[in-house]
């Protein structure tokens, strides 16, 4: 099979046809090697190696030392709705979820954090940060902030969903506004995500509120865009 060698580049037109391929694989999987691939689209292994490069970027293939290009997992669609709690909806579709509890500190409310808790300015906060873990694998990183009167009640806390916790506490959450951006993860991001610090990641602002409006929760995430993807749902 021979590429097209038209206006694309040929690495970019192979990384292409890969690319296509790899639903054909399972997760986990590994690819033909270079020499196999160079021989079947009568290319070098050069243009391989940079057809490759480009899945590698993408989050698709993970290179392994003296093992070859394995293929990873497809990203994970998340459905976000207001009712939706993160846990229960990744348990839905068959996958196992973990929230370890990282941290737990105090700290002072930044101008845009009252804003959006209904606090006065450099009011005290408590902070959780926690890791959700998909199938064992990390996902993504979550910082959790509410009013320091939650103090008391979120001493109890010590991992798990969040959501379920509060609504075993008669406060169940509606998640009332998101924003979603991307960034490149901080060093300390990326090693906790074992992620590459060359790959964007997915950043969520979300406010939450109980059941007559009043916002408890401000959490930022920051999960892995090459194995995490939001569908929000209206």
Do not use: W
């Amino acid at each position: 099979m021979q590429l097209s060698r038209q206006i694309e580049p040929v690495y970019r037109e192979l990384a292409d046809t890969l690319r296509r391929e790899l639903g054909d694989y399972l997760a986990g999987d590994y690819l033909p090697a270079e020499t196999r691939l160079a021989a079947r689209f009568a290319v070098n292994r050069h243009t391989v190696r940079r057809a490759i490069d480009e899945l590698v970027s993408e989050g698709s293939v993970l290179r392994r030392q003296g093992k070859g290009t394995q293929v990873l997992e497809r990203p994970l669609i998340y459905p976000m709705a207001a009712e939706s709690a993160y846990s229960q909806s990744v348990s839905a579709l068959g996958h196992g979820v973990e929230a370890r509890l990282l941290k737990r500190r105090t700290c002072l409310a930044s101008r845009d954090e009252a804003m959006h808790l209904g606090l006065a300015d450099q009011a005290p906060l408590i902070e959780l940060q926690t890791l959700r873990l998909i199938d064992n694998q990390p996902v993504s990183l979550i910082r959790h902030r509410f009013c320091a009167s939650r103090t008391e009640l979120l001493a109890a806390y010590t991992g798990g969903s969040l959501r379920q916790f509060f609504a075993e506490r008669d406060l169940p959450l509606t998640r009332t506004f998101s924003l979603i951006g991307a960034r490149l993860p901080s060093r300390e991001e990326a090693g906790l995500l074992m992620m590459p610090r060359h790959l964007p990641a997915l950043s969520v602002l979300t406010l939450s509120r109980d059941a007559v409006g009043q916002p408890v929760e401000l959490s930022q995430s920051t999960s892995r865009s090459d194995r995490f993807q939001y569908q929000v749902i209206t």
